[in-house]
């Protein structure tokens, strides 16, 4: 039994899995042409991936004419110039009206203001110009019409502060609604308490000095 192991263990293992290793390693290298081409795309700058020609679709028409493709019609492109030019006009007069309300001048506001409204109330910023032109009215002595003017326009333009504040002094000050005078000066504080400072309203708001005389009586219950 002793003489027949010894030629065995001297003979060479097999290692199958060494050469299937090897197999699959030179199948996975590709070959030096494969080598070099990659190298080359590799190498190239990005301008010249941007640089190659755009492939054709369908009717032959390419990619970069679809960016070109504009979906406006002649007359829809001069309707919006249209309304692009009556937009900046009626900005030019709201900012004129405001102007002239900040230096005081509330009849000159008060025309500007009602121009606004009467030429472009399909305009959604007329509303603001709606504040402005009651606040000129409550100084300029019509102050029912005032009043019905930002009754109306503190729904239009519900939660704008300044409407509701200037609505609450009118209705405290002129219709003894102090109820209702306390309801519109909660919302107005709530979304902005510099309401409740009267130098807020008189130097940067610019109210005319009838509506902060009536927003002092309420505030001090005068």
Same mark, same amino acid.
């Given at each position: 039994?002793?003489?027949?192991? %010894? /030629?065995?263990?001297?003979?060479?293992?097999?290692?199958?899995?060494?050469?299937?290793?090897?197999?699959?390693?030179?199948? @996975?290298?590709?070959? /030096?042409?494969? *080598?070099?081409?990659?190298?080359?795309l590799f190498s190239l700058p990005l301008s010249s991936f941007l640089l190659l020609p755009?492939? @054709?679709?369908?009717?032959? !028409?390419? @990619?970069?004419?679809?960016?070109?493709?504009? /979906?406006? &019609?002649? !007359?829809?492109?001069?309707? !919006?110039?249209?309304?692009?030019?009556?937009?900046?006009?009626?900005?030019?007069? =709201? $900012?004129?009206? *405001? $102007? =002239? +309300?900040?230096?005081?001048?509330?009849?000159?506001?008060? +025309?500007?203001? !009602?121009?606004?409204?009467?030429?472009?109330?399909?305009?959604?910023?007329?509303? #603001?110009? *709606?504040?402005?032109?009651?606040?000129?009215?409550? $100084?300029?002595?019509?102050?029912?019409?005032?009043?019905?003017?930002?009754?109306?326009?503190?729904?239009?333009?519900?939660?704008?502060?300044?409407?509701?504040?200037? =609505? %609450?002094?009118?209705? #405290? $000050?002129?219709?003894?609604?102090?109820?209702?005078?306390?309801?519109?000066?909660?919302? %107005? &504080?709530?979304?902005?308490?510099?309401?409740?400072?009267?130098? #807020?309203?008189?130097?940067?708001?610019?109210?005319?000095?009838?509506?902060?005389?009536? =927003?002092?009586?309420?505030?001090?219950?005068?």
């Amino acid at each position: 039994m002793g003489a027949c192991r %010894a /030629p065995i263990c001297h003979l060479p293992l097999w290692k199958p899995k060494t050469r299937i290793q090897n197999s699959q390693s030179k199948a @996975s290298t590709p070959p /030096p042409i494969f *080598r070099n081409r990659r190298l080359f795309l590799f190498s190239l700058p990005l301008s010249s991936f941007l640089l190659l020609p755009v492939p @054709s679709f369908g009717d032959g !028409s390419s @990619s970069y004419a679809a960016t070109m493709f504009d /979906p406006l &019609t002649a !007359s829809e492109r001069e309707a !919006s110039a249209l309304v692009s030019q009556r937009v900046s006009q009626a900005v030019e007069l =709201l $900012e004129k009206g *405001r $102007e =002239l +309300q900040a230096q005081g001048d509330f009849g000159g506001a008060l +025309q500007y203001f !009602s121009q606004v409204i009467e030429s472009y109330k399909d305009l959604a910023f007329s509303e #603001y110009a *709606r504040v402005g032109r009651a606040l000129a009215l409550y $100084e300029v002595g019509d102050r029912e019409e005032a009043i019905a003017e930002m009754e109306d326009v503190s729904i239009s333009l519900k939660g704008y502060p300044e409407i509701h504040a200037a =609505l %609450a002094a009118a209705l #405290y $000050e002129d219709k003894h609604a102090a109820l209702l005078a306390e309801n519109q000066f909660a919302i %107005a &504080t709530l979304l902005d308490p510099h309401f409740t400072d009267l130098s #807020y309203v008189r130097d940067t708001k610019h109210w005319p000095p009838s509506l902060v005389s009536s =927003l002092q009586h309420f505030i001090t219950l005068s």
